[in-house]
């Protein structure tokens, strides 16, 4: 632990520069502290030794003392805390967040299946377009994780120096804490000194003389105690406020180093594994890719023998059928003779109906040339 000074009128402090103490035992240190009495008793013999020369130097008539007493721890706290704001203000407390809930979109945007089939028109475009565009997609996804990882190594580097800055404030601070308590301690002894001692004699010392000047020493040794025990309270409270800090610190600071925990699993494990993923997820695309090619070549290829084979078939009967057959049909030369047939007796049918006809017409000839010979013959015989 630092060694610590008490000042009556402390000057500017660099608290940047304060010496580092054992963290291993600051929070027992700490608890102990805390559950101890603000007594003398309750220090170590050398700290005793300069509380106790300290208080031989406490002048409480000194106003400027009253002000100034116990500032020193409080105005390194103040001071340390402004260095602190100063150096995490402009950081955006969200950003690592927002960079791991990037990385999850990313790896979910990352599409392992590709473009679906289209039919056997994309015998060999299909599969070739879906594998090109699963390669464009990790591309992209592969930049958009290099930057992210990027931005969450600077983020993680930042959290480990705030992570630094919160041990050197959490260390700061009990020493504020234990310099604050010697402070308190010394007024405390101080104190009893004046109220069992000083102002006793002073009160009897007035009502022995009834001089005003004793008196009003009397008075003012009163009214001065009385501004240094608010002095003291106020220190007290600046105490407790320290005492509060040290929790307050640890929670911020173990929020930033599971946070850095986070980030280091996302870098080291979970970056490569969605990687290692993707490749695989792809290798497994590519294969897809090709099984699907050397299918659909292959339905190609058994659905063009099924046809040339049914057109073999066909044009193998077909043309067996063919050889076997005649130059003429029987059924031609049936046909062929039957309208032959048909012929022949249609003109024979022809040929008997005109003789007849003509045997008929030879009678009606012969009848009307007796008519007609009849007629003359009458005639001429009248």
Same mark, same amino acid.
């Given at each position: 632990?630092?060694? *610590?000074?008490? %000042? @009556?009128?402390?000057g500017?402090t660099?608290?940047?520069?304060?010496a580092?103490v054992d963290?291993?035992m600051?929070?027992?240190? !700490?608890? &102990?502290? $805390? #559950?101890?009495?603000l007594?003398l008793?309750?220090?170590?013999?050398?700290?005793q030794?300069?509380v106790k020369?300290?208080m031989?130097k406490i002048?409480?008539?000194d106003? /400027?003392l009253?002000?100034?007493?116990?500032? $020193?721890?409080q105005?390194? +706290?103040a001071? =340390?805390?402004?260095?602190v704001?100063e150096s995490v203000?402009?950081k955006?407390?969200g950003?690592a967040?927002k @960079?791991?809930?990037?990385?999850v979109?990313e790896?979910?945007s990352?599409?392992?299946?590709?473009e679906?089939k289209k039919g @056997?028109a994309?015998?060999?475009?299909?599969?070739?377009?879906?594998?090109?565009?699963m390669? &464009?997609? !990790?591309?992209?996804v592969?930049?958009n994780?290099s930057?992210?990882t990027?931005?969450l190594?600077?983020?993680?580097?930042q959290l480990?120096?705030?992570?630094?800055?919160f041990?050197?404030? !959490?260390?700061?601070?009990? /020493?504020y =804490?234990?310099?604050?308590?010697m !402070?308190?301690?010394?007024g /405390?002894?101080?104190?009893?000194?004046?109220?069992?001692?000083?102002?006793?004699?002073?009160?009897?010392?007035?009502?022995?003389?009834?001089?005003e000047l004793?008196?009003?020493?009397?008075?003012?040794?009163?009214? &001065?105690?009385n501004?240094?025990?608010?002095k003291?309270h106020?220190?007290t409270?600046?105490?407790?406020?320290?005492?509060?800090?040290a929790?307050? *610190?640890?929670l911020i600071? /173990?929020?930033?180093a599971q946070?850095?925990?986070?980030?280091q699993?996302?870098?080291?494990n979970? +970056?490569?594994?969605?990687?290692?993923?993707?490749?695989?997820g792809?290798?497994?695309?590519?294969?897809?890719? &090709?099984?699907e090619t050397?299918?659909?070549?292959?339905?190609?290829t058994?659905?063009?023998?099924?046809?040339?084979? #049914?057109m073999?078939k066909q044009g193998?009967?077909e043309?067996?059928? %063919?050889?076997?057959k005649?130059?003429?049909? +029987?059924?031609t *030369?049936?046909?062929?003779?039957?309208d032959?047939?048909?012929?022949i007796y249609?003109?024979i049918?022809i040929?008997?109906?005109?003789?007849?006809?003509r045997?008929?017409?030879?009678? #009606?000839? %012969?009848?009307i040339?007796? #008519?007609?010979?009849?007629?003359?013959?009458?005639?001429?015989g009248?």
């Open positions: 632990m630092e060694e *610590i000074k008490l %000042e @009556l009128f402390p500017e660099n608290v940047n520069q304060a580092p963290t291993s600051v929070d027992t240190v !700490y608890k &102990a502290e $805390s #559950e101890n009495p007594t008793a309750s220090l170590p013999d050398n700290q030794a300069v020369e300290f031989d002048d409480i008539k106003s /400027n009253i002000i100034t007493y116990g500032s $020193s721890p105005n390194k +706290i001071q =340390f805390s402004d260095s704001l203000k402009t955006d407390l950003e967040g @960079l791991l809930s990037a990385l979109v790896i979910k990352f599409d392992t299946e590709g679906e @056997l994309k015998l060999f475009s299909g599969p070739k377009k879906s594998y090109d565009k390669m &464009a997609d !990790y591309s992209k592969e930049t994780i930057r992210i990027t931005g190594e600077t983020q993680q580097r480990l120096k705030d992570i630094e800055i041990d050197h404030m !959490y260390e700061n601070n009990y /020493n =804490f234990k310099e604050l308590s !402070y308190i301690i010394a /405390n002894e101080k104190m009893k000194e004046i109220n069992s001692v000083t102002l006793p004699a002073l009160k009897a010392k007035a009502e022995a003389s009834g001089s004793d008196a009003q020493e009397y008075n003012d040794m009163a009214n &001065a105690a501004r240094f025990e608010k003291l106020d220190l409270l600046s105490r407790t406020i320290s005492l509060q800090m929790p307050q *610190i640890r600071q /173990n929020n930033d946070l850095v925990d986070k980030i699993s996302s870098i080291v979970s +970056i490569p594994l969605w990687k290692n993923q993707m490749v695989i792809m290798g497994l695309a590519n294969s897809k890719a &090709a099984l050397q299918k659909q070549v292959t339905d190609m058994n659905e063009l023998l099924r046809k040339n084979s #049914e073999l193998s009967l043309v067996a059928k %063919e050889g076997e005649g130059i003429v049909s +029987i059924e *030369i049936q046909k062929t003779n039957q032959l047939l048909d012929t249609g003109i049918e040929q008997e109906k005109g003789k007849a006809d045997q008929a017409a030879s009678l #009606e000839l %012969e009848r040339e007796n #008519e007609l010979k009849t007629a003359l013959l009458q005639t001429k009248r």
